[in-house]
């Protein structure tokens, strides 16, 4: 029970495997992804469950208050994948993890290197906006077309952010053009010299 529990508060590993699954998503699905994630923490705020407070580092909202919050974002996450809904789970899965990082120095990092990942999706967020809109039945915030630009404060992404490792299709082909540029040369060698 103590091991789940630590595991629980600690989120090292979850946040790490989240970060590394943004790191190989594509520029338009982060800004799914971000869209979603905007649409979640509007309706949140509306319901009074997410004050901006609660993300912001600074620590604006009283513990028992942030607490409550985290464990709000915790169970809608269970909730949309118990409904087979991994988007919206996601985007849940965004606040979650920023208020951990906020909450937490150790993750800080982490968290500013996740909205690192995530604003890549920025440019792509307004068409996924206005795609959520043609397709959802339900009323959507009118300020969503404003708000997904928000990053929590303190957790903005690193100006001198290390650029994230080759995926293993880059390898790939970073391997096959060195393997062509020695057969080149090789066979130059050969020529002049066999």
Same mark, same amino acid.
């Given at each position: 029970?103590?091991?789940? /529990?630590?595991?629980?508060?600690?989120?090292?590993?979850?946040?790490?495997?989240?970060?590394?699954?943004?790191?190989? @998503?594509?520029?338009?699905?982060?800004?799914?992804?971000?869209?979603?994630?905007?649409?979640?923490?509007?309706? @949140?705020?509306?319901?009074? +469950?997410?004050?901006?407070?609660?993300?912001?580092?600074?620590?604006g909202?009283?513990?028992?208050?942030?607490?409550?919050?985290?464990?709000?974002?915790?169970?809608?996450?269970?909730?949309?994948?118990k409904?087979?809904?991994?988007?919206?789970?996601?985007?849940?899965?965004?606040?979650? +993890?920023?208020?951990?990082?906020?909450?937490?120095?150790?993750?800080?990092?982490?968290?500013?290197?996740?909205?690192?990942?995530?604003?890549?999706?920025?440019? +792509?967020?307004?068409?996924?906006?206005?795609?959520?809109?043609?397709?959802? %039945?339900?009323?959507?915030?009118?300020?969503?077309?404003?708000?997904?630009?928000?990053?929590?404060?303190?957790?903005?992404? @690193?100006?001198?952010? %290390?650029?994230?490792? %080759?995926?293993?299709?880059? /390898?790939?082909?970073?391997?096959?053009?060195?393997?062509?540029d020695?057969?080149?040369?090789?066979?130059?060698?050969?020529?002049?010299?066999?």
């Amino acid at each position: 029970m103590l091991r789940w /529990l630590k595991r629980r508060i600690d989120g090292t590993p979850d946040l790490e495997r989240f970060v590394t699954l943004l790191r190989g @998503m594509s520029a338009p699905d982060l800004g799914t992804l971000v869209a979603v994630a905007t649409v979640v923490r509007l309706n @949140m705020r509306d319901a009074g +469950h997410l004050p901006d407070a609660a993300l912001d580092i600074a620590g604006g909202l009283p513990p028992e208050k942030q607490l409550a919050a985290q464990l709000k974002l915790s169970n809608l996450v269970r909730q949309f994948q118990k409904l087979g809904q991994p988007s919206d789970a996601a985007g849940a899965m965004v606040w979650s +993890h920023s208020m951990r990082a906020g909450a937490t120095p150790e993750l800080r990092l982490l968290g500013r290197q996740m909205w690192g990942e995530l604003s890549r999706g920025f440019g +792509h967020a307004s068409e996924a906006i206005e795609d959520i809109v043609a397709v959802s %039945p339900n009323r959507l915030p009118p300020e969503l077309s404003r708000e997904y630009r928000f990053i929590p404060p303190g957790l903005e992404p @690193m100006a001198d952010a %290390p650029k994230p490792s %080759p995926t293993s299709g880059e /390898l790939a082909a970073i391997t096959a053009a060195a393997v062509a540029d020695v057969k080149a040369k090789w066979i130059q060698f050969d020529s002049q010299f066999g």
